[in-house]
């Protein structure tokens, strides 16, 4: 393809995702097709000849477009939200058009440079300590692949400062701390790295909470049994139903374990941090006080386009002396000199995109107001939604609405006031059922989990074209199948006599 | 920015792409800029109030491409190439449109089904086996962010399966063998998963390659010392000088230590193996026999735009029985009945692009032929350098020239035939002059290596824009800068007595 094909290839493909998005609205969420459905439409071979690119373009709109789930669909709640503006689109363009994997300061300097001045900026209107910035020269920031990406990367670090402090300790006897609410990256980093993980319980009267008691505990019981905890992943807004760890009381344990490093995983709720209001439900002056390490995704719920997890730490040297290497055709006099900052020596991986492109783009088009409209909306739009549940005949909050995200059931209304309570058992077959029907639909989309045992259902507001209309569609939804789904559940089980269980 | 605006600065984003690829040979190769440069641009906190895009965009090309170092310009010999194609950057827009995680198959059918599919047409045209193909349903393969992403991955799953069969081995015992000439990956996996790396020593007399009795050698010195080698990191195309272990020495020594996990490392030579007349050289059948993990990053060398790992395993259980963590929600009816692959239990993160889609641009955009035209092309390239290096008065080729990659150094003639040979001290100063030269010029980049104590210089073809002519210059500017070098270190060198040691 030479430039001036480029050029109208490149028309085209904005055109059509414009077109994309003024079609979005009537596109079912949820795509219709069937595992196995693409090998039906693609040949098993690549062509020996190249082909002429509308080809290409046009097959991305038969074959791909339609396999496609619809996460910028304005009544998609699931999971969480993962962003996708035009800006962030634009800045990843741009970035993809020059191509250069910005290891070091030479690779690109302005790579480094501006990611170095952009994580300063994001840092600044998220209300975070100056200790975390760039600017600092101590602490810093550093764009990394996923929440993932940057646990695993502050592992390393929170490791390799341990084992300098005790360096008799064997690997076998480390242990990573998360709650039993902490997103799967807490266990997938003790697979990674062999290493024990240690869930910590966490009670639903505490809003699934880690508290200080709970932690304390669990260190003194490590310490009699010689095993040596050696990082907390604290969680600022869990994925299951966006629970607050309890910070305080974590800053408070902390002291006497100066060497426990505390990660905030923040990696949804964190956005929300741009609003001054949030900052106290979200522990930020305490985090601020003590965290080693704070990660939050701009490409969840922060109007980036994936990939962008912005990773602070307090002390950059953490990072750098776990995992710096140069070889001979790495080096660089500026990076000998001390002078630049090699974000290599930052992450787990060599070569980077120039992701701070994207972060700056939807900084400055948006401005520190329009983020925080955008933020405020969501979490209105959720109030909404719970608003409505907690006044439902049959639906029932499970935990507090935590900004943008309910977590709810369905509950039978009992048929007399002295009727004994439903065990958790049926209950959680009847909420089965009911996201059984939510899920077969596809004009909305939403996520299941359990909340200690108890099965529940999620929404989460953040795609940036859901209005209040589609929220009140999504109750009405919600609402007409958690009645079809009791009645069904009420005949089985009225047959069956398993309904009542003190 | 609403869908207008979006067209509007799409369509100026496209032009001026174009206007960027039509000034690109104007331009210098390496930036001018010195370290610290953009924070005299660019404010220090982010703006109260959204900006016009227009001047977002304008800044982009006021104070950013002035600091990029353009890894497409046709005088970019440095490292390796980063691929950076029209179609690759059109897949990655499509791609970057929508958004979507694909950590799972329904999180969007199409991104899992054509990555499998992709991955196989991948395989096919480098001439893998069919055995790590996803059709397979045993091996498999996944894009993976980089090789060092690949490597971290496959080093999960091989110390996994390691433990499996030898259960009692602690943590502390493992070890990662590589040689001396392994890409820094290597040793930095070792950093990441706090376990022992050999570097195995290999010999300029091998061209650097690993021989078969080097690592029977070092498997039985381990096996004596109680230490467990569980993978070897095996190199085909050698980031230094683009070196080939011996895969068929290799092959027959893993036969005596089946639980030595064998990954293939052809970041860079594995496009070659598009073209069949490099698969004798680059051992394709011996490692398709018996290797497990096969890695190459189509980013590269591969005309693909970064970011694209490709990783193939010959048993895809290794990875999901390492790495597969599914909570409540994540579980979807598919994955649970086990007849869709879940990519996120192939890879260390959760979240990940859609860069299958850009892959199968390039492949079809190019076909088979326009791909093996393109490898061709380099390889003739940069045998035309190196030819001329071969003849030169001063230049010295350390390595026999490996694909598009020529390893050289400047070495001055003796002025009489009786006159002792230079030792390494002064040589490698002379060509530290000589490289200081040549990275002191902006109009061509280069970079420095080490083999084995020997200072070298690297040249590599690769840029898309490379030409004859572009080659001939760099051979021009080299020589005359050898000579430049070489006068001025004589003139010191004499003075000081330094030059000749036997």
Redesign the interface.
Known sequence: ?D?????K???Q???R??D???SLQERSV??K?E?????QH?P????????D?Q???DD?QK??????????HPSFFA?FP?????????G???A??????GFN???????T??EA?VM???A??LGLSPAFTN?SGIGGGVIQ?????SV?ATV?AA??RY?REHPDV???DLVIYTTSQT???G??AG????VHVRAIDVDLDDQLSLRGEALRNALEEDARIGRHPFILIATVGS??SGAVDSIPEIREVAKDYPSLWVHIDAAWAGSALSCPENRGVLHLEDFNAFADSVCTNF?KWGLV???CSALWVRNRKNLTE??D???????TK?GDAG??IDYRNWH????R?FRS?KL??V????????FRTYIRRCIELNNLFAQQVKTSEHLQLVTKPSLALTVFRLIPRPVSPDQPKFSLGPLNELNRIFFGRLSARDDIML????LNGI?CV?LAVGAARTTEEHVQQAYDIVSKEAKVALESWEQTANTAGAIIVA
């Open positions: 393809m430039i001036e094909q480029f050029r290839a490149g028309y493909a904005i055109d995702i414009c994309y998005y003024y949820v795509s097709v595992p196995g459905y693409l090998r693609i098993l071979e690549p062509p020996e000849k190249g082909e690119f080809a290409i373009a991305y074959f791909i477009l339609p396999g496609l789930t619809h996460w910028q999971y993962t962003a996708c503006t035009f800006e962030g689109m634009l990843d363009l741009y993809s058009s020059t191509c250069n994997p300061w030479l690779a690109s300097p302005a790579c440079e501006l001045i300063d900026w994001a600044s209107f600017a692949t996923t929440a993932s990406d695993l390393v490791r390799a084992q064997k690997l076998e997103h799967s990256l266990s997938k697979l990674v790295f062999g994925t299951s490409h386009n994936f990939d776990a995992l290497i140069t070889p001979t055709y790495l080096r500026h002078t630049v787990l991986s060599l070569g995109r492109l700056w783009f900084l400055r088009g948006f401005g520190v107001e329009g996520t299941q989990t359990s099965f999620r």
